[in-house]
């Protein structure tokens, strides 16, 4: 095993599985949280790749072991780490920052240092582990450092980088003490990829404002002491889901039959209103709770005629800012069951668990009306998701118009969620569309969802990378 290299790898913070020890000790794999894990996983079943990425517990890393078709390569994360890397400066400085500062970002140096080291631990691994000529994929904003370290090592590598959350305007990248070091870092990478044009531009402009350089179209041409001049593409490649997949999952019969049973258990409601997020202060959840309570207190909306059940999968519980919102959330779910719910039937129904998909895919059946209305969020696959379950063009898509997605599914409810009025305007226009226009909107959206899947994203930017689309990725021995 020692020797085999491997011809395509993905480096991401996580692995698509976290190691989870029960009570009696037993080590089990659970699939991680997050939109990268559920875009990346098909992608890479089908290549035979090595995933290269943190188990989710401080400590040792676990030996490398293949699951499902894929070659999984833990990386160790010590507690202090975890704490100054994952927590610190990828949690607490970069994911506001890059998400328009929707909460205050802390800059730390500790943090940095942390962040630093252990990139470079990601990129040695990827270094040992590629074969000559690889292909090595980096994700997201964890590892922004990895590909110009990775080339330093490894030269004859094709590097490529593809951040899922937000690039952020110029004014606002320019507030980070070490942009000078992330923007060196990211270019590194033969192919720097986006979710939006705009994020595209945003990096290219910031090459010229911070480095000089002289961006034109989507390249800029960079000099590093490995080579005289080398290009560097940036370009936007929307990210999306293995809609084929989703499809035949909505289409079991068990499926369709839990989700009937869900709507029986809510009390059967005229209208369902679904929210399924990580609980994370971006996705605007306690907006969205305030726009259903002020409906019901507008008398525009009743209950038991109308109930939300909002799922809110744990997240980065050790953050500051994701204590918070918890509380709030929580107190806002507390508050609107108090003041509009019944005996045997609240007005929210708050689910703060994960689940398995063929639940949430029972969840995406049942709901009449999904709203998706984060403050930013780089694409948000569970509209996708949403829509691609909906096989007979029923349902509506509330959606926000600062989810990346938004600038896809230009047939759904779009909203300004920072707008109070709006949203709960939405949510109205939502719930009284008449059933031919919502068809409507939902057989365009599901074409699209359908036409541009994961599959597609992943063709895309490896063909902006260079690699040919026959090109045998999977694993090789030397
Ligand atoms: P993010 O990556 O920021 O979490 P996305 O909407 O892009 O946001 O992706 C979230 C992914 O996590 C989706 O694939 C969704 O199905 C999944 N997910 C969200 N909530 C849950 C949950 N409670 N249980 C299981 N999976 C969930
Ligand atoms: C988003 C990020 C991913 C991250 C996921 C879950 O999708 O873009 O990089 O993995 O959230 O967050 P977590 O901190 O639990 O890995």
Redesign the pocket.
Known sequence: MSNQKASFLVVANRLPVDSVTDADGNRHWRRS????V?ALHPVLQAEKGTWVGWAGNAGPAPEAFDLEGVRLHPVSISQAEVQRYYEGFSNASLWPLYHDAVETRTFRRSWWAAYEEVNQRFATIAAEEAAQNAVVWVQDYQLQLVPAMLRQMRPDLRIGFFLHIPFPPVELFMQMPQRVQILKGLLGADLVGFQRPFAAQNFLRLTKHLLGLQPRGHYVAVDDDLADERLVRAESFPISIDTATNESIAAEPEVIKRAEEIRNELGDPRTIILG???L?YTKGIELRLKAFRELLEDGELSVPDTVMVQ?A?PSRERVEHYMKLRNKVELEVGRINGDFGQVGGPAVHYLH???DRRE?TALYRAADIMAVTPMR?G????AK?YVSSRLDNTGALLLSEFAGAAGELHQAYQVNPHDMAALKQGFLEAMHASDTDKIKRMRAMRRHVRKHDVQRWARRFLSALGVPEQQALSRQCL
């Open positions: 949280p997050g939109g990268l559920t399924v997020d990580r994370d799922v999968t668990q994960s689940y949430l969020d694409m948000n696959l569970v998701e």
